[in-house]
Antibody
C-alpha cells in the first residue's frame, strides 16, 4: 500500500525557517518524481515544487523561488521542503504527492502538515 | 503561464447529473486529472488522464476532454459527492490546478 506521511509543520514567525519531511512507503521511491502542494485556509490547491527521481531537476512556483528548496534522500525514501524567509502568505497545509511523469498527475497524496506563519 | 477556469460553485439535485467544467486554451491537447476533496481531508484522484477512473471510484464518475474544455461528470449524484473538485494538468514542467468547484447536492 502506498503511503506518504508528512511531518515538520508548526508555528513559525515571519522570516523564520521550517523543514518539512515526507516519508514514503509501499512503492519504489527512487522511480518517481515527487511534488509538494499547499492549500491556504479556505483556498484552493497550489502547486509548490517538483523534484526528479535523482534530484537533478527541480521546479518551483514563482512565489517560493529562492526561498524554498525541495530535496530528496532515496536511501531514506523521503522528500523534503526547506522553507526559509517565511511569510504570512505561506500559511497553509502542505501536502506531498507522488507525480506520474508523462501524464503529470498526482496519484497519491499524504494527509498534509499545517504550517502557520505568524508573530 | 497556462491558466484554467472552473466555476466556483455548482448545485445538483440528489440523483441528477452534475457536470463540472475546466476551461483552458486547447486543453484538449493536455492530460487532465480531477481530484475530489472533502473538508479536512487530502485530495483524492477521481479521474486521471481525461477519462480513466482509479480502482474504487464509482462508475458514476466520468471525464471528457476536447477543444477548450474538460468536463467531470457525476451521474446520479449522492450526498457523499458533496465536495470540492479540482482539475489539474501538466504544463511546461509545472503542475497547474484549476481554482476548484464546490459541489452542493440538494
Amino acid at each position: 500500500e502506498v503511503q506518504l506521511v508528512e511531518s515538520g509543520g508548526g508555528l513559525v514567525q515571519p522570516g523564520g525557517s521550517l523543514r518539512l519531511s515526507c516519508a514514503a512507503s509501499g512503492f519504489t521511491f527512487s522511480s518517481y518524481w515527487m511534488s509538494w502542494v499547499r492549500q491556504a485556509p479556505g483556498k484552493g490547491l497550489e502547486w509548490v515544487a517538483n523534484i526528479k527521481q535523482d534530484g537533478s531537476e527541480r521546479q518551483y512556483v514563482n512565489s517560493v523561488e529562492g526561498r524554498f528548496t525541495i530535496s530528496r534522500d532515496n536511501a531514506k525514501n523521503s522528500v523534503y521542503l526547506q522553507m526559509n524567509s517565511l511569510r504570512a502568505e505561506d500559511t497553509a497545509v502542505y501536502y506531498c504527492a507522488r507525480l506520474v511523469y508523462g501524464s503529470g498527475g498526482l496519484d497519491y497524496w499524504g494527509q498534509g502538515t499545517l504550517v502557520i506563519v505568524s508573530s | 503561464s497556462y491558466e484554467v477556469t472552473q466555476p466556483l460553485s455548482l448545485s445538483v439535485a440528489l440523483g441528477q447529473t452534475a457536470r463540472i467544467t475546466c476551461g483552458g486554451n486547447n486543453i484538449g491537447s493536455k492530460n487532465v486529472h480531477w481530484y475530489q476533496q472533502k473538508p479536512g481531508q487530502a485530495p483524492v484522484v477521481v479521474i486521471y488522464r481525461d477519462t480513466n477512473r482509479p480502482s474504487g471510484i464509482p462508475e458514476r464518475f466520468s471525464g471528457s476532454n476536447s477543444g477548450n474544455m474538460a468536463t467531470l461528470t457525476i451521474s446520479r449524484a449522492q450526498d457523499g459527492d458533496e465536495a470540492d473538485y479540482y482539475c489539474q494538468m501538466w504544463d511546461s514542467s509545472t503542475v497547474i490546478f484549476g481554482g476548484g468547484t464546490k459541489l452542493t447536492v440538494l
